[in-house]
C-alpha cells in the first residue's frame, strides 16, 4: 500500500540546534501513529513541517507517493493534512460559530453570511456526536469545550490526515477518553492520525505504532505490545529513569497562614469562600480540585497577583511577617512562583531567555542596581542556568518562543528555584511534560522539601499527589476542605470532595 | 520556487506597485511622475532642500522617539501634536524668567517643555490605568483641547504686547536655539534630537524600565506574575511619551518660531506614528525614518511651488512608500519573525 504520507530525510536547525536530523516517517491510510519522545526531541519540528507552518532545511514531502511543497498551513490543508496545535488558535472574545468561519481561508477574499455556514459545522458536529453551543463565547468554554471547537474546524475540510499535539495534556480523564474514541471513529472512516503524546497510556489505548524520536533523530519504532512497555521507555529516555526521590522533610514552622480569605473573579462571582489553612515548612500540600473551582485564583492572591476580598494571607519568612503583600515583595521574602498558565504568566516567548531570566529577577541586585540592568551578568546566569537545568536551547540568546514546551517549563523552574527559596507555589508544574521531566520535576520539589522548603503544589493528576505530598486539600465551588494527611484518606474520599462542595 | 526568488519577485512586486499607484494619480492630475519625482528627489538632497529636510527630521524624529516607547508598552500615543503644545506652551510661559541666564536658560527651558507634555501624557496615562480609559480616544480628545488652548492663549493671556497679530511676545534670546549653518534654517535642535536618540537607545536596552515596558507591551500576563506596578508604570510610561512631544515642541519654538502661534505642528503627531512604526519602534532607526518623512515634509512645498502640484498628491505619494515599507517587511521578512 502506498503511504498516505512519507517524510523522507527532512532537517531542521534553529542555529547551532538540529531540531530535526534527517527525519523519515510514514503513516498509511487510515492508521493512528503515535509520536513520542522527551521535550526538545524534535516532535513539535516535525508536526509543524507536516503542517506547512514551518520549511525543512532539506529533505522532502510526499503525498499518496508524490512529492509536494507546503509552503503554508493553507497548502498542507489543500493536501488533505489538518493540525490542532497543543495551545489553541481560538480568539477569546469571539463565540464559537465566529472563531470556525475565522479558520476558513477561503472567507478572506469573499463574504459569506455566518448563517450559510452553521449547518455545515453542525453536520461535522453531529458526525462526531458531540453537542456544541455555537452562540457561546470561547471564553466560557471549559479546556475539553475548546479542543472540540478546534477539532471540528480541522475536521471541515474532511482531512485524510489529522495531526494532535499533546491533545489530552490538559483533558480530565473523561474528556480525554471522549477524544480518543473520536479518533478511533475517524480510523473506522479512512483518516488517518498522528497522536503526539507524552502519555504512554494514550498509545497503548489508542495507537496502531509508536514512533519514538529523541535528540532530533528517529530511533525506533513499536508496535506497543503490552509486555515491553519497559523497553519502550528505554527507547524514549534513551537510559533508565532516574529513581523517584523519597526523602521526607521536617515538618516545621507555619511560613504561610491563610485566614478566612474571600477572593472574587473579574466579573464578581466567588473564587473562594472563606479559605483557611496553613503551609508548614518542610512539607508539601497538594491542591486538587476540578478546573474552574477558585485553585487559579488562590494561587495568583497567593502570589499576590490578584486582589483579596476580605481575610488575610500572611507570610512569615524574614523577620518582619508580610501580610498581603504583593508579588515583587513576595519574590523578594523569597517565595518562587511556577505559574500554571505558563505562556500567559511564566514567560514573554517575544523575548530571549536572558530577558525571560531578568523577568522575575528585577529586585536581584547582581542583575538590577539603581534601574540599570546588569544584561551581562543576567547572560551569564542564564548560561548557567540552562546548563545546570538541562533545559535545551542553543544558549542565553534563544527566543524562548523557538523552546519546546517542556524546556519552557524547565526555564521556569530553574528560574523561580535558582536562589534559596523559603516557599514555592507550583501550579500544574508536570503539565503536559514527557516522563523524564516529570521525574526530574517531582524530584526537585522533593529536594526541596528536604531543605525545609514549604511547597504548594497544585496538580490535576491524583497520583503526583499522592505519590509527593504529605497532605492534601480540595477545592469545590470555592470551598476549601481539608488540608488532611495523604494517610488518612483515600481516592474516593478526595474524589466525593472535588464534586460535592 | 526556491525561498530566495520568491523574496525577490515579491520585492519587485512591491516596489512596481509602490511606484505605480502614486504614478497613477500624477498622472490623472495631470503631470509627469518622473519629474515629480526628480524634482522631489533634487530639491531634498540640494542646496537647498536638505537643510529643511533635517528641521522637519527634528521634531519627527523626538516625536517618534516618544510614540514608539509608548507603542513598546502596548500604549497607543495618539496625542503627540497636544503634547508638542503643551511643552510650547509651558516653556514660552516661563521663558522670560530665563532673560540672560545664557546656555542654563536654554536647557531649562527645553527641560519645561519636555514637563509640559509629560504632564499631559502622565494625564492620560491616569485615566487610563486607574479608570480603563482608552489612551487612544482621550489622547486624540486632548488634541483638540489643546489646539483650542494655544489659539485662546495668543489671542488673549500670552498675545505680544501690541495685541495686534495671533501670537505671542518673543523668548528672550538665552532660549533660542542658534541657526547652525548660516544661510538655511537649521538649528541646534538637530543635537538635541540627536541626543535624545541615545538617550532613548539606553532606556531601551539597558534600563529596568525599558525592559518593564516592553515586558508590558508582549505581555500583560507576564508584567502581573513579575510583580510590576502596572498602574504606575502605565503612567510613567505615557509621561515619558508625552515627554518626547513637549520637548519638540520647545525646540520648535526655540529653533524656529521663537514665540507661540497657531499650527505649529504641522501634522507631526500623525507623522510621527507612520516614523515609529517605520522604524520598527527600535529607537536607532527612528531619525531615518524621520528623515524619509522631512523628505515629503520639506518636498511638499517645492512641488508645489516647482510643478503647482497640489497638497493632497504629496500625502498620496506619502501614503504609497508608508505601505511599501509595510509591504516590504512582508516581503522580506526578519530572520526572528521566519524562525517563529
Not at chain 1, 500500500?1 to 536530523?21: C, F, H, I, V, W
Not at chain 1, 488533505?80 to 481561508?105: A, K, T, Y
Not at chain 2, 525599558?210 to 500583560?220: H, I, K, M, T
Request: net charge neutral.
Amino acid at each position: 500500500m502506498t503511504p498516505l504520507l512519507e517524510a523522507r530525510g527532512l532537517n531542521k536547525s534553529y542555529g547551532q540546534l538540529r531540531a530535526n536530523d534527517d527525519v523519515s516517517f510514514s503513516i498509511l491510510p487510515g492508521e493512528i501513529v503515535g509520536i513520542v519522545g522527551e521535550n526538545g526531541a524534535g516532535k513539535s519540528t516535525l508536526v509543524k513541517m507536516l503542517g506547512g507552518a514551518l520549511a525543512p532545511d532539506s529533505g522532502e514531502i510526499l503525498i499518496s507517493g508524490a512529492a509536494v511543497g507546503l509552503h503554508s498551513p493553507a497548502d498542507a490543508q489543500k493536501a488533505g493534512i489538518s493540525l490542532v496545535h497543543q495551545h489553541f488558535n481560538l480568539i477569546e472574545d469571539l463565540s464559537v460559530e465566529e472563531n470556525l468561519v475565522l479558520g476558513r481561508p477561503e472567507l478572506r477574499h469573499g463574504v459569506l453570511s455566518f448563517k450559510d455556514l452553521r449547518p455545515d459545522f453542525q453536520a461535522v458536529a453531529d458526525d462526531l456526536g458531540t453537542h456544541i453551543a455555537f452562540d457561546a463565547r470561547v471564553s466560557t468554554l471549559s479546556v475539553g469545550g475548546r479542543q472540540q471547537v478546534e477539532l471540528i474546524r480541522a475536521l471541515f475540510h474532511d482531512p485524510r490526515l489529522l495531526i494532535l499535539d499533546e491533545p489530552t495534556a490538559v483533558l480530565p480523564p473523561n474528556e480525554r477518553d471522549r477524544l480518543l474514541r473520536f479518533i478511533r471513529l475517524l480510523k473506522s472512516r479512512g483518516t488517518a492520525t498522528i497522536l503526539i503524546s507524552h502519555k504512554l497510556d494514550d498509545l497503548y489505548d489508542c495507537c496502531d505504532r509508536a514512533v519514538v524520536m529523541r535528540g532530533g533523530r528517529v530511533v525506533g519504532t513499536s508496535d506497543l505490545r503490552a509486555d515491553d512497555r519497559p523497553g519502550l521507555i528505554r527507547l524514549i529516555v534513551g537510559a533508565e529513569l532516574p529513581p523517584p526521590d523519597t526523602r521526607h522533610g521536617t515538618r516545621g514552622a507555619p511560613l504561610v497562614s491563610v485566614r478566612d480569605l474571600v477572593i472574587h473573579r473579574g466579573n464578581g462571582t466567588v473564587a473562594v469562600d472563606h479559605g483557611t489553612f496553613d503551609l508548614h515548612a518542610g512539607e508539601i500540600v497538594g491542591l486538587c480540585g476540578v478546573e474552574g473551582n477558585g485553585q487559579t485564583e488562590l494561587l495568583h492572591a497567593l502570589a499576590g497577583m490578584w486582589p483579596i476580598h476580605a481575610g488575610d494571607i500572611t507570610y512569615s519568612i524574614g523577620e518582619a511577617p508580610l501580610r498581603n503583600a504583593d508579588a515583587a515583595a513576595l519574590r523578594r521574602a523569597g517565595v518562587a512562583h511556577i505559574p500554571e498558565d505558563r505562556l500567559h504568566y511564566g514567560i514573554v516567548t517575544a523575548f530571549s531567555l536572558t530577558l525571560n531570566w531578568l523577568l522575575r529577577k528585577l529586585g536581584d541586585t547582581r542583575f538590577a542596581v539603581w534601574g540599570w540592568l546588569w544584561r551581562q551578568a543576567a547572560t551569564k546566569a542564564t548560561a548557567g542556568a540552562i546548563k545546570d537545568n538541562d533545559v535545551r536551547a542553543s544558549g542565553p540568546r534563544a527566543r524562548m518562543g523557538d523552546l519546546s514546551g517542556g524546556n519552557q517549563q524547565k526555564f521556569v523552574i530553574a528560574r523561580e528555584l535558582g536562589d534559596d527559596a523559603a516557599v514555592i507555589l507550583a501550579g500544574h508544574p508536570t503539565r503536559g511534560l514527557d516522563i523524564r521531566t516529570v521525574v526530574a520535576i517531582r524530584n526537585r520539589l522533593v529536594a526541596e522539601r528536604a531543605k525545609g522548603v514549604a511547597i504548594l503544589l497544585l496538580s490535576a493528576d491524583l497520583s503526583e499527589v499522592w505519590d509527593i505530598a504529605d497532605r492534601i486539600m480540595v477545592m469545590a465551588r470555592g470551598r476549601l476542605r481539608g488540608p488532611v494527611p495523604v494517610g488518612e484518606t483515600t481516592l474516593a474520599e478526595i474524589g466525593h470532595w472535588m464534586t460535592t462542595p | 520556487m526556491s525561498d530566495g526568488l520568491t523574496r525577490l519577485v515579491r520585492v519587485g512586486v512591491v516596489l512596481f506597485v509602490a511606484a505605480l499607484v502614486p504614478s497613477l494619480f500624477v498622472v490623472i492630475a495631470g503631470h509627469n511622475p518622473w519629474r515629480v519625482f526628480t524634482t522631489l528627489v533634487l530639491y531634498a538632497f540640494g542646496p537647498q532642500g536638505w537643510s529643511e529636510v533635517l528641521v522637519h527630521a527634528i521634531p519627527l524624529t523626538l516625536i517618534g522617539l516618544g510614540v514608539a516607547f509608548a507603542l513598546r508598552a502596548g500604549l497607543f500615543n495618539i496625542g503627540s501634536d497636544g503634547q508638542l503644545i503643551a511643552g510650547a506652551v509651558l516653556a514660552v510661559f516661563f521663558a522670560p524668567y530665563f532673560e540672560g541666564w545664557g546656555i542654563a536658560g536654554l536647557i531649562v527651558f527645553l527641560a519645561i517643555g519636555a514637563i509640559g507634555g509629560g504632564l499631559l501624557g502622565a494625564f492620560v496615562g491616569y485615566l487610563r490605568a486607574w479608570f480603563g480609559a482608552s489612551e487612544i480616544i482621550v489622547t486624540i480628545m486632548l488634541n483638540y483641547v489643546m489646539i483650542q488652548m494655544i489659539s485662546y492663549l495668543i489671542r488673549g493671556p500670552m498675545q505680544e504686547t501690541s495685541r495686534f497679530w495671533p501670537q505671542s511676545y518673543l523668548i528672550p534670546d538665552d532660549c533660542v536655539l542658534p541657526v547652525i549653518v548660516p544661510g538655511t534654517r537649521l538649528h541646534a535642535g538637530v543635537f538635541v534630537a540627536l541626543v535624545m536618540v541615545i538617550v532613548a537607545a539606553i532606556v531601551q536596552r539597558r534600563t529596568v524600565l525599558g525592559f518593564q515596558a516592553s515586558v508590558l507591551g508582549a505581555n500583560p500576563g507576564a508584567a502581573a506574575y513579575a510583580g510590576f506596578h502596572v498602574k504606575r508604570l502605565t503612567l510613567v510610561i505615557m509621561a515619558i511619551s508625552g515627554a518626547f512631544a513637549g520637548l519638540a515642541g520647545a525646540v520648535e519654538v526655540g529653533g524656529i518660531y521663537q514665540r507661540l502661534q497657531d499650527n505649529m505642528s504641522e501634522g507631526f503627531g500623525l507623522a510621527g506614528i507612520a516614523v515609529a512604526l517605520i522604524a520598527r519602534l527600535e529607537a536607532a532607526a527612528i531619525p531615518f525614518a524621520a528623515c524619509l518623512f522631512g523628505i515629503f515634509f520639506a518636498g511638499a512645498g517645492a512641488l508645489q511651488r516647482e510643478l503647482a502640484l497640489p497638497f493632497p498628491l504629496v500625502w498620496i505619494i506619502e501614503a504609497s512608500v508608508i505601505f511599501a515599507v509595510a509591504a516590504l517587511q512582508w516581503a522580506v521578512p526578519s530572520r526572528k519573525a521566519a524562525a517563529a
